[in-house]
């Protein structure tokens, strides 16, 4: 599943970095815009802070719903991790469309490159609707592909079914309890890799674009800004995570790639910075491409896979106080990122 979405990536990449020709004559592009604040090695000590403040806030914000299981209020059951959740989704949901979403229009509308076709066609919502299309025909198809695995009749050799669970998806006898919980579990973790994927690529891109700047005056701001935004960030992923009910292997790994892919961005521009120019018209074809695909897929996993899944769910639709709470909670975490927009 991740790794047909990459492909599709690759391709879109592929297809429009060529497009790089009759670029427009200003002599902004392919130069970093410094606004009279440039240092280089003050923005290298920054950066390397950077680094270090952004993987703790990584790590704290994915791992807090992993460990909160021996706190009896935030079990996946309880109001307290639904209200949680939501405000997550709602950080989810602004990120898509107040963060990455206008990033790619920037970059796609940007006069260095050439006016037709960059200008000429809305090519950041294009990107951004097909990617939300092929998000929703990996959730189908994924869900097609193991329920078709877990469909073993209770006569025919269980063991059996067992093995092909655990060879497709690392499922354990005990994850499957009736149909209903097996589906709700294959769900969830189709829902937290698809999420993973989408966030991994939004967090590589801004982590190359904050260490190729050499600008303190824009490093600066952006530290703070990211820790907030990695952390709220993480404990939707988390919850995910969690109410997949992975072994300890696959939560780590998961844990892991949420964490590093930030600053491994980070080191990434810094070492690129004497050859990378976020002006110039390959980077911009690149990022914008890739800040388009990743805000489609986070738009739609946060209205559909996490914010529609719940409220439609028994639980928010058995109490109206309940429901009440999570749309506040929701609308929290949208409007705390939507003014941290200002920021980064």
């Not at 079914?161 to 579990?185: C, R």
């Not at 005056?217 to 703070?224: E, S």
């Not at 980077?283 to 946060?302: D, F, H, K, R």
């Amino acid at each position: 599943m991740a790794t047909a979405t990459t492909y599709l990536c690759l391709i879109f990449l592929c297809c429009f970095t060529v497009q790089i020709s009759g670029v427009s004559d200003t002599s902004k592009c392919g130069l970093e815009s410094t606004g009279g604040c440039h240092n280089k090695a003050e923005a290298l000590r920054m950066k390397l802070i950077a680094i270090a403040s952004i993987l703790i806030a990584s790590i704290i914000g994915v791992c807090l719903p992993l460990f909160s299981t021996s706190v009896p209020a935030l079990q996946p059951d309880r109001d307290l991790f639904v209200l949680v959740k939501a405000f997550a989704s709602g950080v989810i949901l602004a990120t898509g469309y107040m963060h990455v979403m206008p990033d790619s229009f920037d970059c796609l509308r940007s006069e260095c490159l050439p006016e037709n076709p960059w200008r000429k066609f809305p090519f950041t919502t294009f990107v951004a609707m097909l990617s939300a299309l092929v998000t929703l025909m990996i959730d189908s198809f994924a869900m097609s592909y193991y329920k078709k695995y877990s469909s073993v009749p209770a006569t025919t050799g269980a063991s059996n079914g067992t093995s092909n669970l655990m060879k497709i998806g690392h499922f354990h006898a005990n994850d499957l309890k009736g149909d209903v919980e097996g589906a709700q579990l294959l769900r969830h973790r189709v829902v937290a890799q698809v999420l993973e994927l989408g966030i991994v690529v939004h967090s590589v891109v801004i982590g190359l674009s904050l260490g190729a700047s050499e600008n303190p005056c824009t490093i600066r701001p952006l530290v703070a800004a990211l820790c907030f935004h990695q952390l709220f960030e993480g404990m939707g992923l988390g919850g995910c995570i969690l109410q997949a009910d992975y072994g300890k292997k696959i939560k780590t790994i998961m844990v892991f790639f949420f964490s590093t892919t930030t600053p491994f961005g980070i080191a990434l521009g810094i070492g690129l910075s004497n050859v990378y120019s976020e002006n110039s018209p390959t980077a911009l074809i690149v990022v914008g491409i890739l800040n388009a695909s990743s805000a489609g897929l986070l738009n739609y996993m946060a209205l559909v896979d996490l914010l529609a899944a719940d409220f439609m769910g028994a639980k928010l639709q058995g109490s109206v106080k309940l429901q009440i709470w999570a749309y506040v909670a929701v609308l929290l975490g949208a409007g705390g990122m939507s003014v941290m927009a200002k920021w980064a």
